[in-house]
T-cell receptor
């Protein structure tokens, strides 16, 4: 079973920030938080990952709470092409990375 | 550009036939590749881990004799669905671990429809 809990769906207006929450209260000390997204009928796409510190890249920002029990993925200026299912996954870094357990994710709908 | 390429993108076959799906790592060598399956409106489920030079490791409940995996080289893994049946109709996706960053690169997926 997935170790994360996400809302099943969210809407966001185009151009606004999309904030996607994720709860992972049973995360262990050396597990990372990964975010992937899957646009309809395509393979998942890596977005970002982090351990303790907040992270930012060209796609998004990842905010991890101090107790690491939850995190938020932020898409600063959502576009229609950001409409996808977003998966929050906790996993160990390296090694058997294929053991990414995908939950049901959050279906983000970006509306004009 | 694409880092992982799958072929074919979609395939329709008759019940009882076998179908081969290829997964190629375009940018780097991969001693390990992963095969996932996704049924409609469901999440991805890891099927097996493909290991170059050794046997694949299958997840619980996945029949190794039905889903044959061959990791022929450091850039190619194949999944063969043998004696396919309609219940095998699904979206099959392969993935390759990135070299440094801890991320997983996924192929475009192969949609199999068994009539």
């Amino acid at each position: 079973d997935a170790k994360t809990t996400q809302p099943p769906s969210m809407d966001c207006a185009e151009g606004r920030a999309a904030n996607l929450p994720c709860n992972h209260s049973t995360i262990s000390g050396n597990e990372y938080v990964y975010w992937y997204r899957q646009i309809h009928s395509q393979g998942p796409q890596y977005i970002i990952h982090g351990l303790k510190n907040n992270e930012t890249n060209e796609m998004a920002s990842l905010i991890i709470t101090e107790d690491r029990k939850s995190s938020t993925l932020i898409l600063p200026h959502a576009t229609l092409r950001d409409t996808a299912v977003y998966y929050c996954i906790v996993s160990y870094y390296g090694g058997s990375q294929g053991n990414l357990i995908f939950g049901k994710g959050t279906k983000l709908s970006v509306k004009p | 550009g694409a880092v992982v390429s799958q072929h074919p993108s979609w395939v329709i076959c008759k019940s009882g036939t076998s179908v081969k799906i290829e997964c190629r790592s375009l940018d780097f060598q991969a001693t390990t590749m992963f095969w996932y399956r996704q049924f409609p409106k469901q999440s991805l489920m890891l099927m097996a881990t493909s290991n170059e030079g050794s046997k694949a490791t299958y997840e619980q409940g996945v029949e190794k004799d039905k889903f044959l995996i061959n990791h022929a080289s450091l850039t190619l893994s194949t999944l063969t669905v043998t004696s396919a049946h309609p219940e095998d109709s699904s979206f099959y996706i392969c993935s390759v671990p990135g070299p440094n960053t801890g991320e997983l690169f996924f192929g475009e997926g192969s949609r199999l429809t068994v009539l």
